[in-house]
């Protein structure tokens, strides 16, 4: 059974995590320095479906975003990408293994 | 091949519960520089430096082994290491850099401190109490360690009475500003940053430079703490004229820096595609942050990069016939040159 799913639904009500906002345009991907594509829609789609094993496989990625802001910059939705980036970080920390 | 991410930062997350900071560094050298300006200790005021700039040249011993690990068979071991890592202090055996190395960072924080005397501000220091605010180990999300790290640094805070902090990096001011109070139920702490300091005081420059040189935003001053005009004004006032990057302000492009711990190589790709966006614009690059400064200076192409605080420093000295007129008549002091 999907961990992941129990975890980011936890997550909506105890810290925040917003990714239903997404509306999966692709203007944060644009302006991302790191030019990664899956960061961060489609990574939230992972998480939204509960997909543990496609979440855990982007482990890379999502330790190597900057943090840096630059698609909240542009997100039309106001969707807080980094903090979601974090949470996810941290949900990889303690179950993703 | 990067080492194992989780155990990397569980080395980190461990050294912040066990030692206070994310590569423990020892605390005598971290605030030398505050012991040879005399500043005196504590107050309701206080300069918190966060030790940001002085842990760079640490880093940089680590992420060079950590290149040299990531192509070997050591790599696999980083999960024993961790575990030895709880009852040795790791940093010890393999992070010293020169006397040298950490010279140009621990300047920065004399600079910041030499500028606030310069425009009359009244701030004490903490000495061994000035600890890491856990940027990192907040920035991979070892949310649990920053949050027990964060109580004990703000009880630390109070026990020393102090009721502002003035920061000199964008990611210290942005953990104590704007992390903490998240973490923390009643945190009452001001928070200003020194670069708004120095502007809310219409600091004046008695050496003004008269130099181009282009601005480079961090991106958390930029698109976290709104800190953009504080220091364009004193830049300014300091008679630099500076050239805006086309990528500025709140649309600043990332140094790369917050991947160089685990992924040394991305750092290094965003860090060139900044320096080719900055290059072509001035000889001189003006930085306000460590991580941006040790990034962008690596990756450096036919530009130099400098602190912020360099510039201010060397324009508010006085001129040189302002420093023999003070110097002739009077009992040699002790607080010359500060
Ligand atoms: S810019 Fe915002 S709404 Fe558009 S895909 Fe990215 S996160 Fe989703
Ligand atoms: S915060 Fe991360 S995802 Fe967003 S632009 Fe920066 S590197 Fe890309």
């Known amino acids: ?35 990664v594509p899956i960061l961060p829609r489609r990574l939230f789609r992972y998480v939204l479906f509960g ?18 802001r630059s698609c909240e910059q542009s997100c039309p939705a106001g969707v807080h990408i980094t903090e979601n980036v974090r949470l996810l970080r941290g949900w990889l920390l303690r179950e993703g293994r | 091949m990067p080492l194992p991410t989780q155990d990397v930062v569980g080395i980190l997350a461990d050294n912040l519960r066990i030692r206070r900071n994310v590569l423990p560094i020892p605390a005598r050298q971290a605030t030398r520089w505050a012991r040879a300006l005399d500043l005196p200790r504590g107050g309701e005021v206080v300069l918190y430096t966060g030790l940001m700039y002085q842990l760079i040249p640490y880093i940089e011993r680590l992420v060079a082994l950590e290149r040299r690990l990531g192509d070997t068979p050591l790599a696999r071991l980083t999960g024993l290491g961790r575990r030895l890592n709880r009852f040795v202090n790791g940093v010890a055996f393999v992070a010293r850099p020169s006397a040298g190395e950490r010279a140009e960072y621990e300047r920065v924080p004399a600079n910041a401190a030499r500028l606030l005397r310069r425009a009359g501000v009244e701030f004490g220091y903490l000495y061994e109490d000035d600890l890491y605010a856990g940027t990192l180990a907040y920035d991979l999300g070892a949310d649990e360690a920053v949050a027990a790290h964060a109580r004990r640094v703000v009880a630390i805070l109070r026990k020393n009475g102090v009721r502002e902090v003035i920061t000199i990096d964008p990611h210290t001011t942005n953990m104590l500003r704007s992390v ?22 219409g600091m004046e420059f008695a050496s003004p430079l008269g ?35 086309e990528k500025a302000g709140s649309l600043t492009w990332c140094c790369g820096g917050p991947a160089e711990a685990l992924y040394p190589a991305k750092a290094a790709a965003v860090a060139a595609a900044r320096v080719a966006q900055l290059r072509d614009i001035a000889p001189d690059c003006v930085t306000m942050c460590p991580i941006c400064l040790v990034n962008l200076r690596k990756a450096a192409d036919g530009i130099r990069f400098r602190d912020i605080s360099e510039y201010l420093v060397e324009a508010s000295a006085p001129p040189p016939d302002a420093t023999s007129a003070v110097r002739r008549p009077g009992p040699a002091s002790g607080r010359a040159g500060r």
């Open chain 2, 211 to 245: 130099r181009r040189a282009v601005i480079h935003d961090p991106c958390v001053y930029a698109r976290y703490e709104n800190i953009l005009e504080p220091p364009r004004r004193l830049l300014a006032s300091a008679g630099v004229d500076v050239a805006e990057p």
């Open chain 1, 1 to 35: 059974m999907s961990t992941l799913i129990a975890a980011p639904l936890d997550m909506t009500v105890r810290d925040g995590f917003d990714a239903e906002a997404c509306m999966n345009c692709g203007f944060c991907s644009a302006t991302c320095p790191l030019g």
């Open chain 2, 180 to 201: 903490y109070p998240r973490l923390i139920g009643g945190y009452d702490l001001r928070v200003r940053n020194y670069l708004e300091v120095l502007a809310e005081r």
């Open chain 1, 51 to 68: 997909m543990d094993d496609a979440v855990r496989a982007e482990t890379e990625t999502i330790f190597s975003c900057l943090l840096c």
